[in-house]
């Protein structure tokens, strides 16, 4: 029963049906196949998103979508550019930082790479740089938001794992430092190579003061999104919402570049972004329920510690596999399949699940810009229009370094969770 039901989910993900109904409804003709009773299906939908941590995520969404609508976004992007973009490979080092700090805010790399390939890439090409150069910084740098809080992903990571988002994000901010300063210095090295120059002006005092107080009102947002949590003042959940009516006042009031209009529709769209979120997570539950039921997680166990009781390899094969999982599914999809099946494995090991949520998100946020199918590597394309094999080949190195930094983490544990320990 277990190979059929193996069978039919792999078969619709060949298929293309996207990945929520593709676990509910395979997960669904398994019970209806196994005689379990039919009660189960409503019973794990329902408690599959009734997870408090979750309330969070629609408000993280629309923070970020708020932040990109009313004009909060731009103004932090002029902030860092009058700050590093006169160095070598200035604009394209504020164009990661740009992507950085919006995917981690809204929670969709995806949706970063499309808003910025549209925003930096003409603007690096105008510059000087080679167009498909410029298509692979944001392709690169659009999915490392998923590790660096606030993000979404650690707390769809927390709700699965019963980790504490609180330290789930307290891991992520050295996590995300680390990956994003490989990002950085491989870009300022190829970018010293070809020439990438900066304005060369000087810094200035005054410029870059005048692009402060212009970006004031917009640093308030993170300001409430990660130190309200860590503060203890918010939980997560009330950080969001704090951020959303903050975000609301400053773009609609203080900016004037919010219409209700554009509030309305921004409202609709990140509406739309969470159902499909809550859609999968959902069906998760359901599928996870199969796998216990057909006690794949010990068998996995078992597996893995017939190989090798060493967590150096455990951690080196399971980093290969989510690499792999990474270039042909979204970072939701990996979470809701692997985390109930590693877990056991990673109790068995004694690994700390808040140490292995950070590994599994720099696995998938790598996957995202990987090909053949990663997803802000296919964004891309379609948005700069620089071919896929090429857009590939140009985003080698950064790729190389991430997973450098990926292996720092996984094999220095301390980097990340000092502040922890």
């Known amino acids: 029963m277990v190979t059929f039901f193996l069978i039919i989910t792999i078969l619709l993900f060949l298929l293309g049906v996207p990945l929520g109904i593709t676990i509910g409804f395979s997960s669904m003709i398994y019970i209806m196949l196994a005689d379990i009773t039919p009660m189960i299906i409503i019973q794990r939908l329902f408690t ?105 992903t650690l707390i769809i990571y927390g709700s699965l794992s ?107 769209d990140s509406a739309k972004t969470t159902a499909t979120i809550m859609f999968i997570i959902t069906n998760a539950s359901l599928f996870a329920f199969i796998l216990a039921y057909e006690n794949i997680p010990s068998m996995l166990v078992s597996g893995f510690l017939s190989m090798s009781d060493n967590p150096v390899f455990i951690l080196l094969i399971i980093n290969i596999i989510l690499l792999i999982f990474g270039m042909f599914l979204d970072t939701i999809a990996i979470l809701v399949i692997v985390v109930p099946m590693f877990l056991p494995v990673i109790d068995a090991l004694n690994i700390d699940p808040v140490f292995f949520g950070i590994v599994v998100i720099i696995n998938t946020a790598i996957g995202m810009c990987t090909p053949p199918f990663g997803g802000t590597l296919l964004v891309t394309t379609d948005t700069t229009k620089v071919p896929l094999v090429q857009l590939s080949s140009r985003s080698l190195f950064s790729i190389g370094a991430l997973v450098v930094a990926l292996l720092i983490v996984t094999y220095f544990p301390y980097t990340v969770m000092f502040p922890l320990w």
């Open 48 to 152: 599959g998103i009734d997870v408090s941590s979750l309330m969070a995520i629609p408000f993280f969404i629309l923070a970020g979508n708020i932040m990109l609508t009313g004009g909060l976004a731009q103004r932090m992007i002029d902030l860092a550019n009058s700050f590093i973009g006169r160095s070598t490979g200035g604009l394209a080092l504020v164009t990661i930082l740009g992507c950085m700090f919006f995917a981690a805010i809204s929670g969709s790399a995806v949706a970063t790479a499309a808003a910025l390939s549209t925003l930096m890439v003409p603007a690096m090409v105008k510059k000087g740089y080679d167009h498909d150069f410029a298509a692979s910084v944001v392709s690169t740098a659009s999915p490392m938001g998923v590790i660096i809080p606030p993000s979404v």
């Open 162 to 268: 019963g980790s504490s988002i609180s330290d789930l994000y307290t891991a992520g901010i050295p996590a995300g430092i680390i990956v994003g300063s490989a990002l950085l210095i491989v870009t300022y090295f190829i970018s010293k190579k070809k020439d990438y120059k900066g304005t060369g002006e000087p810094f200035q005092i005054k410029e870059f003061g005048t692009s402060l107080f212009r970006a004031l009102w917009a640093l308030g947002t993170p300001v409430i999104l990660i130190g309200g949590v860590f503060s203890g003042i918010f939980t997560p959940t009330e950080s969001g919402v704090a951020a959303v009516i903050y975000a609301v006042i400053i773009g609609m009031f203080m900016y004037r570049e919010l219409s209700f209009k554009q509030l309305i529709t921004v409202f609709f």
